[in-house]
């Protein structure tokens, strides 16, 4: 399996400055089509998580642009440029390019 | 918009059959784009996906080898939902379990279910 880890695990962030979570990959998640399946997914307090960036780097629907994924290989980043109250969470990435789907074991964001 | 609204019983004996439901709106069991996940969530084990179901000309499982010898997820298209079933449950599959979709390898797990606590304790 692949192993995911995440650096920090916990982040104390104040509100209206930027935010940074790494996650590293325990092999290449580039798939043999070329593209890299690398997700960040966002979990708010009592609620299921939230898928926000997929392919590294794209936004999924409705997410706000404050949020910026980036990477290659076995290591990928999570921006926020200005973190906001609703940013309080449990953030994690998760690979989908090879089964079985692994997930990291997730960073705290507190303000 | 796609709503996956989970049941099931909160509370299970060891030894026996953890059993949930997914009730699926707004899409199709039996779509051929995407596919039905169960994943749960343990403070030990953190997110684990644990397999899913999905229907191309005919249906498909994947399970995670950690549980591949006691799951089994079978869709329902009469009620167009899908179901877990996890036997022979000890204390260690006390999680919250959810229910989500995926749209293949680029975008997993784009709709959640609202989670199932279960306990597994006699």
């Known amino acids: 399996d692949i192993l995911m880890t995440q650096t920090p695990l916990s982040s104390p962030v104040t509100l209206g400055q930027p935010a940074s979570i790494s996650c590293r990959s325990s092999?290449?998640?580039?798939?043999?089509?070329?593209?890299?399946?690398l997700s960040w997914l966002q979990q708010r307090p009592g609620q299921p998580p939230r898928l926000l960036i997929y392919?590294?780097?794209d936004r999924f629907s409705g997410v706000p642009d404050r949020f910026s994924g980036s990477g290659a290989g076995t290591d990928f980043t999570l921006k926020i440029s200005r973190v906001e109250a609703e940013d309080v969470g449990v953030y994690y990435c998760?690979?989908?390019?090879?089964?079985?789907?692994?997930f990291g074991q997730g960073t705290r964001l507190e303000i | 918009q796609v709503q996956l609204q989970q049941s099931g019983p909160g509370l299970v004996k060891p030894s026996q059959t953890l059993s949930l439901t997914c009730a699926i709106s707004g899409d199709s069991v039996s779509s051929n784009t995407v596919a039905w996940n169960w994943i749960r969530q343990s403070p030990s084990r953190g997110l684990e996906w644990l397999g899913r179901?999905?229907?191309?000309?005919?249906?498909?499982?994947d399970y995670a080898l950690s549980v591949k010898s006691r799951i089994t997820i079978n869709p329902d298209t009469s009620k167009n939902q899908f179901s877990l079933h996890l036997n022979s449950v000890t204390p260690e599959d006390t999680a919250v379990y959810y229910c989500?979709?995926?749209?293949?390898?680029?975008?997993?797990?784009?709709?959640w279910g609202q989670g199932n606590p279960v306990t597994v304790s006699s």
């Open positions: 392919k590294i780097s």
């Open positions: 179901t999905y229907y191309r000309s005919k249906w498909y499982n």
């Open positions: 092999q290449s998640l580039v798939h043999s089509d070329g593209k890299t399946y």
């Open positions: 998760m690979q989908t390019t090879q089964f079985p789907i692994t």
């Open positions: 989500s979709r995926d749209r293949g390898r680029a975008v997993a797990f784009d709709y």
